[in-house]
């Protein structure tokens, strides 16, 4: 069984009365498990890494958690375009028992379960038709397409919440990575994209160098519509976003962080990518005292 458990333990967030136990797949080029896990750790969360085989052979079961994590990484070689392969086999894959994947998936968000996507995450999620799913059928409604640059950026931007993301996060600014060659978020057609303006589903926005929404290169890293860094669906259960907080765990790992320290800045924990793993965890807490109270 290829199921590990997090190697970090070095929690920042105190543990509620209820834990939030978290399912980080891995394996077929998922490359940023061990992060995200830690990233879940330091939430208060109780991360399980699992290989996706492990999921997919019945040893690992999805009802067990809260919170459902798809990474960062190349799944399948990006080949069919990014998240395309590891979509389908959400959508048309069965467990060794015959199952169905997709049935599974259906039955974790009907019990309120929540799933996240980091960059090859967020693909995936936007090719099952996850996000933002307005017309509540699992469609496709928006693509993530190369970058306007036509290149790979691998690089820091800002982003501000909006949206309902100032409900998740409170109005904050944070500096995060990203590193991704289709990122350039676009709505199928203009009706899905005002809706979710109107609803607030854009949650995160990349910034300009005066803080108003980036249109163009390079503060807009891949020339995103609405200059949209992160999408949540329309029920508020699933959640897709480029950057990687993931990769800003500590301050250490900002570029300036020597020149903040310098200054004197103080750096709070929340405007780290470690905040966005708090939200996160707060969110699903409610279907996790549920479960303790059953």
């Not at 199921?3 to 543990?15: E, G, I, Q, S, V």
Request: charged fraction near 20%.
């Amino acid at each position: 069984m290829r199921t590990k458990r997090c190697r970090f333990d070095c929690r920042l967030a105190p543990r509620g009365a209820v834990v939030v136990r978290v399912l980080v797949l891995c394996g077929y080029g998922f490359n940023c498990e061990e992060e995200t896990a830690a990233g879940y750790r330091l939430a208060g969360a109780e991360p399980t890494v699992a290989h996706t085989a492990d999921w997919f052979d019945g040893l690992v079961q999805l009802a067990d958690f809260e919170i459902l994590h798809f990474p960062g990484g190349f799944s399948f070689g990006d080949d069919l375009g990014s998240g395309q392969v590891f979509a389908n086999r959400l959508k048309n894959g069965r467990f060794a028992n015959g199952g169905r994947v997709w049935d599974a998936i259906l039955a974790f968000l009907g019990a309120g379960g929540h799933i996240i996507g980091i960059c090859n995450g967020f693909q995936i999620l936007v090719r099952a038709g996850l996000v933002p799913n307005l017309a509540g059928i699992y469609a496709q409604e928006v693509a993530l397409a190369p970058n306007g640059s036509g290149k790979f950026e691998d690089r820091w931007v800002r982003c501000q919440a909006t949206g309902l993301g100032v409900g998740l996060f409170g109005e904050r600014e944070f500096d995060l990575p990203v590193r991704h060659g289709e990122g350039r978020l676009e709505f199928a057609d203009p009706q899905v994209r005002d809706l979710a303006q109107e609803r607030g589903l854009v949650v995160l926005t990349y910034l300009d160098a005066d803080g108003g929404p980036a249109v163009q290169y390079p503060a807009n890293p891949n020339g995103a519509d609405l200059a949209a860094a992160a999408l949540l669906s329309a029920d508020g259960q699933v959640f897709g976003m480029m950057p990687h907080p993931e990769a800003y765990l500590t301050f250490i790992n900002h570029p300036d962080w020597g020149g903040r320290q310098r200054r004197g800045e103080v750096v709070e924990v929340a405007d780290t990518g470690v905040g966005l793993f708090c939200a996160w965890v707060a969110a699903a807490a409610g279907k996790a005292a549920a479960k303790a109270a059953a």
